[in-house]
């Protein structure tokens, strides 16, 4: 910790993001959501509002990514050409037919008069004809002409990106010239959270699994710095005397905010699922196609359904009509398919640990350009109620 009524500042680099779980930006320091105050202008921050980073360039087996593209949509509404390629079997009744009516029923085995169809063999040499349009319902969609929205969100959980503004100019790299290094791990601001390849936890860090840690009672407590900074955003009570942490366990990280087109994001928000199980609703409106055939020979006509035939026309029957439908068949007329299983819904990943400082140096607002370390501390704890000393 910085001494009171000093200014503190860590080492950075201009234009570096970092992670910080409070819901302001330190002095020196901008929210990343694409404006920037003079005259900072030269270092204009990303808009990581609702957004997820991701390296640049290509990974084995996926799209490349140029520096500043983006991509991605919270929801997806599908399409008939992304809809997988199926059918549907059409089955039949086992009995003879003794109704007029088709509605709630199925096709028949076969007609009550013992005359043969209306099934037959499709073949070569069979004609085969449309049915109309309207023959099968529409499915998808919840009365529209598209698709219901879906999750298209891995989980996530919304962050505070920061950029730096005032440290140091990064000098480049170019075979001869080493780049500046800016800090030790510890050389952080308390609530800064960090990403790293480590099996252990730094001095002066958690781990941010969504612990409670106790509420502090004074400036000596290890986690009092960090309270201030917060609060109950992440879980715990006054009445239950504790406090949270980010749990960023499975997570990926957006940046609070709303960008364009993107909904708004507050601090602590978590979002998105794993995988998602498609309902028919966000299933394209759609319906298929169905084909009866006419076959050469009376006599290919069958008295039954069975494997593999298809609707036929049968001489002296009347089975079709251009009227409009008053009734649906039984919907075991039509066979499913789908096994309603999940889909994967998270974009690729490499699983590595997120760390929460407590013990660094404690971030300055903006507006306390004058004041010391130990009144902006006294100051936090007695907005949340609690009393310095």
């Known amino acids: ?23 302001w930006a330190p002095r020196g320091w901008e929210i990343c959501d694409g404006t920037q105050p003079e005259p900072y202008q030269i270092f204009l921050a990303p808009d990581l509002q609702g957004r997820v980073p991701i390296g640049q360039g290509q990974g084995p087996g996926l799209s490349p990514r140029n520096f500043g593209d983006t991509g991605g949509s919270e929801t997806v509404s599908l399409t008939l050409p992304q809809m997988p390629n199926h059918t549907h079997d059409a089955f039949a009744g086992g009995s003879a037919a003794y109704f007029s009516n088709p509605n709630r029923y199925m096709w028949a085995a076969q007609n009550s008069a013992g005359i043969a169809g209306p099934y037959a063999w499709p073949n070569s040499s069979s004609t085969p004809t449309l049915f109309d349009p309207g023959f ?34 990064p000098e ?19 609530g800064e959270v960090r990403l790293a390849c480590l099996p252990f936890t730094p001095d002066g860090w958690l781990p941010c699994d969504g612990r409670l840690l106790p509420m502090p009672a004074s400036n000596d407590d290890p986690y ?19 406090f949270g942490i980010p749990n960023l366990g499975s997570m990926a990280v957006m940046g609070i905010g709303q960008g364009p087109g993107l909904s708004n994001r507050t601090l602590g928000q978590t979002a998105g699922d794993a995988s998602v199980t498609l309902q028919t609703n966000e299933l394209p409106p759609h319906s ?11 006599g290919d006509l069958l008295p039954g359904p069975q494997r593999g035939v298809a609707l036929a026309y049968s001489p002296g029957q009347r089975l079709f009509s251009n009227a409009d439908p008053d009734g649906s068949m039984a919907p075991q007329s ?6 309603g299983e999940a889909h994967e819904n998270r974009q690729p990943g490499l699983t590595l640990a997120y760390f929460i400082c407590y013990k660094g140096v404690y971030p300055m607002r903006s507006s306390q350009e004058h004041e010391s370390e130990a009144a902006a501390i006294e100051a936090a704890l007695a907005a949340a109620g609690l009393k310095a000393g």
């Open 172 to 190: 480049r790299y170019d075979g001869d010239v080493v780049c500046k290094v800016f800090g030790s791990l510890d050389d952080a601001y308390v």
């Open 136 to 169: 099968l319902a529409t499915v998808g969609g919840s009365g529209g002409n598209t698709a219901d929205a879906h999750e298209n969100m891995m989980p996530t959980m919304a962050l505070n990106y920061i950029q730096a503004q005032n440290g140091n100019f």
């Open 288 to 298: 298929h196609s169905y084909t009866g055939y006419v076959p050469p020979d009376p």
């Open 1 to 23: 910790m910085s001494a009171p009524g000093d200014s503190p500042q860590i080492e950075c680099y201009n234009g570096e993001i970092r992670l910080f779980a409070g819901s």
């Open 334 to 339: 039509i066979g499913e398919m789908g096994g």
């Open 224 to 242: 009092v710095l960090l309270f201030t900074i917060l609060g109950w955003n992440f879980g715990g009570s006054v009445n239950d005397k504790t």
